[in-house]
Every structure is written in structure tokens, then in C-alpha cells.
């Protein structure tokens, strides 16, 4: 069991974002929670039995979330996850650039127990966009404005408390997306072609909770 993290040698001219970027965590005995965003453990969130497990309330307005940093433009991304009590779910944000010199959620991926939910978020300097968000203030760093773009609920049946697999593949402007093989989805959008920054998993899993494993990130090939 081992946790990997390769950082190109080569930087961007005056920045510190590697070109190349990849993680694989097992979460075994070397795991290493520094190469997490989200301080592990901690009340929601702790390694046991070789996987991530989050449960609880956070106590605040939104449920427990880990974070995960990124780098890169076209990156491949996977994990598996499994609940251990009935309801809840899983909601996965990618975090990227905003195209006006600021960070912001791009593609939200919501997993229920009966559908998926795909949300794409773009920016704007337009306080008339048709698809903006409301009472969601400028960005801090760029200004910019948010717009969202909920897709139609996915019918597919997650309710099992089994191990489910999940790939996300940017290239360029479009992302190819898969659960378990059962759930497959191609979006194309102007916002992907952008570098990816965070990963975030927001977990509504009871007190029994969600698990994760095999989390890897690589270019995509």
C-alpha cells in the first residue's frame, strides 16, 4: 500500500503550478494527510481499515467535505465509494479556473441513491446572464459572477450499499463521466478547457457514513 504524488520538474514560468500532476492513495500505512486539503483526522473524517471513511454532521450549513488540490488542464480522475446505511449522498465538486483570474467550482456531480445530477458552472461579467446564479456574490480574486447549469436528474439505481466506481476524464473542452458502468455521460462546455485545481467531496452519509478508496489522479492520456 503506498501513496504516490508526482510533481513535474517542470514549472510554469513565475508560478508554482506543476504541468504535471497524478496521486494515487490507497489510504494504507504510508498514507500522508498532508497531501490533503482537509485536516485528516478530524471530527467527520479519519482513515480506518485502509479507506477514508466520513460520517456525522459537520455541524454546519453543509455536510462534511474533504478537499483535494489539483493541477492540471486535462486530467483523469477515479475513485470508488460505498455507503454504509441507506439514504444520503455523494455530491463531487472539480474546482478550476475561472477564466477571469480566479478559482471556482466548473462541474458538480451529485450522486443520489436513485440518479445523478450534473450542475456546470461557468462565469460572467453579465449581471443580465440568463443562467446566473442567483444571490451568489462576485469572486474575491477575479469579480466575476457565477452561472449554473442544472441538467436533468439521471435515473440509476444506487441504492445498494456496495462499492461503486467513479471516472471523470477532462480533455480539452469536454469531460466523459462513468459510475460503475451503468451511468455514462459525455458534457462539452467551453469552461472545462481550464486548469483543474480542487477536488472536493461533499458527503451526506449518516453516522454509519461514506467510505472512499483508490482515489487517482493522472494526465489524461
Known sequence: MKFILLLGTVLLAGCATPETFSVREDFGASFDAKKFITAIPNKNT???????????????????????????????????????????????????????????????VRLN??????????????KNHPLLQKNFPPL??????RTNEVLPAEKIDLSDNEWRSVKLVFKGDTVDMSVDGKWKRTLK???FDATKRKLNWMQNGGEKGIEIDDVVVEPTR
Open 140 to 145: 474575491a480574486v477575479s469579480g466575476s459572477l
Open 113 to 126: 441513491r436513485d440518479s445523478v445530477v450534473l450542475e456546470v458552472d461557468g462565469h460572467t461579467f453579465d
Open 46 to 108: 479519519t482513515i480506518r481499515d485502509g479507506v477514508m471513511w466520513t460520517h456525522g454532521s459537520s455541524g454546519g450549513k453543509y455536510p462534511p467535505m474533504v478537499h483535494l488540490p489539483l493541477a492540471g488542464k486535462d486530467l483523469t480522475l477515479s475513485f470508488r465509494y460505498r455507503h454504509l446505511e441507506k439514504g444520503g449522498m455523494l455530491w463531487l465538486f472539480v474546482d478550476g479556473d475561472d477564466g477571469y483570474g480566479g478559482t471556482d467550482h466548473m462541474l458538480r
Open 189 to 191: 462546455r467551453p469552461n
